[in-house]
């Protein structure tokens, strides 16, 4: 029971058997223990919150932005106030050019202790004015994706905390285009700043129509051809099943992309479809005409040499048409790797330890119209490296190293991170020479030849130089 009403009900017994001159100074008594009461949890309250690390957010979960020269209010996505002499976003507010609410105060962003700040300007590429509305998100692979949320009033919307490593920023407008670039935040305390220019809203479209039913659930994109790379996407559910739109699109030339592949649900199997002829865009529908899926299946066996565990990667089948090429890829598992919705023709199995690097083997197949087609892949015994990276002189890790395998002709066959410092192991390679690629923001690239041979697992140690 709270002390608030016990006290209440305690003093309501002492009135009940007081008499009635007594009654009005036991109320005033009572009143004035009630309020010790209330102001004594109040300080407990305020010691303790002073004890916890402050985090930037109130006790719903919503960081506070603190207005020049008045009280601070609770916004969603915004962050503490900025330090003395920190840099902040301009304060001008510009005229929306896009779409979007109209334009608010801006507010000054900060990080956390031990992050960096990235700001991305977003503007026009006809005229470099800033763009309004446009969604800004980053992503670092071992961190998840983080999100610039700003209102389309500020000039720069703010990546923050924004930790030590390559980031992708990927910037677009709803139902319209989209653009990509990369920036490298090299210190935990650096302000990085980036320009991404997203071109004006045309009024072209294009159709996707469908010779078969699709393998799966599609999504259109179209990448202009000339120019900075720009993508446009189909919207979810435009068109129906069978046929995919894409609209808002400038006269020009693009190639066309079919893809499984959704933001935020990565899958253990995809499909993708780019058609070889360009794309011509003029001011009205454009309709193309895509081959689809098919009936066939076909199901790879990759057991693993002998004393070897199964084969365990990625799998890619392709077929080559007069319209394009079409990948699907799948996860293989279990010493085997499973396609079905294929096309009735000739085919190509390859086997790769990564998603879009150099295959270690390959294998034709005719893929039956009805039925199945089982190919047999046969593994020679394997061998594999564990790779720890550290800071030269010092031995400190290092956060966010990408570590990348080639074969001496310069291939890729194998591309991964080390988190934290973390030391990285590869399986499966083929006895053969390497060359070991360790690269970090703000580190000097490493390379060392490794050789692997069949049954042995030998560490190799690489140190990066600050640069």
């Known amino acids: 029971m709270p002390r608030e009403t016990s006290v209440t009900q305690s003093c309501g017994k002492?009135?009940?058997?007081?008499?009635?001159?007594?009654?009005?100074?036991?109320?005033?008594?009572?009143?004035?223990?009630?309020?010790?009461?209330?102001?004594q949890d109040s300080f407990e309250y305020r010691r303790r919150k002073r004890d916890e690390p402050d985090d930037g957010r109130d006790r719903s979960g919503q960081q506070i932005r603190q207005r020049a020269g008045g009280a601070p209010t609770r916004t969603a996505g915004a962050s503490k106030p900025l330090p003395a002499g920190a840099r902040r976003p301009s304060s001008e507010t510009p005229t929306p050019s896009g779409p979007g609410p109209e334009a608010a105060t801006p507010a000054p962003v900060t990080l956390e202790a031990g992050n960096g700040k990235l700001f991305v300007h977003v503007v026009w590429e006809d005229d470099g004015t800033p763009v309004a509305g446009a969604r800004v998100q980053g992503a670092l692979k071992g961190f998840g994706a983080r999100k610039a949320e700003a209102a389309p009033s500020l000039e720069a919307y703010v990546l923050a905390p924004c930790p030590v490593g390559s980031w992708r920023i990927h910037a677009s407008l709803p139902g319209g285009s989209e653009v990509e670039t990369t920036v490298d935040v090299a210190s935990a305390s650096a302000e990085s700043e980036t320009r991404v220019a997203l071109p004006r809203p045309g009024v072209g479209s294009v159709a996707v129509t469908f010779a078969a039913p699709p393998p799966m659930p599609l999504t259109a994109v179209l990448e202009r051809k000339g120019g900075a790379p720009a993508r446009w996407h189909s919207l979810p559910g435009a068109g129906g099943p069978d046929r995919l739109e894409v609209g808002g699109l400038p006269a020009g030339e693009y190639a066309l992309f079919l893809t499984s592949a959704t933001e935020g649900s990565p899958s253990d199997s995809r499909f993708q479809y780019q058609q070889d002829l360009p794309v011509l865009v003029g001011g009205g529908l454009t309709t193309v005409e895509a081959p689809g899926g098919g009936t066939g299946s076909v199901t790879a066996q990759i057991p693993g040499a002998e004393g070897e565990a199964p084969f365990a990667g990625w799998a890619r089948l392709m077929t080559k048409s007069t319209s394009g090429l079409q990948v699907w890829q799948v996860?293989?598992?279990?010493?085997?790797?499973?396609?079905?919705?294929?096309?009735?023709?000739?085919?190509?199995?390859?086997?790769s330890l990564a998603e879009n690097v150099e295959p270690l083997a390959t294998m034709a197949v005719e893929v039956p119209a009805q039925g199945e087609a089982s190919p047999v892949f046969a593994m020679a015994a394997s061998g594999g490296l564990r790779v720890e990276v550290a800071e030269m002189g010092t031995g400190g890790r290092i956060d966010c190293v990408e570590i990348a395998l080639a074969r001496t002709d310069g291939a890729r066959i194998w591309v991964g991170q080390s988190e934290r410092g973390a030391a990285v192991a590869v399986a499966g390679l083929p006895p053969d020479a390497y060359v070991l690629e360790a690269s970090a923001p703000g580190f000097r690239q490493e390379r060392q030849t490794v050789q692997v041979a069949a049954g042995a697992v030998p560490e190799v140690h690489l140190a990066l130089t600050r640069e």
């Open 14 to 39: 002492i009135l009940r058997g007081m008499g009635a001159a007594w009654k009005l100074p036991a109320i005033a008594i009572a009143a004035g223990l009630m309020v010790y009461l209330v102001l």
């Open 331 to 351: 996860r293989a598992g279990q010493g085997r790797a499973h396609f079905h919705g294929i096309p009735a023709g000739p085919a190509v199995v390859a086997l």
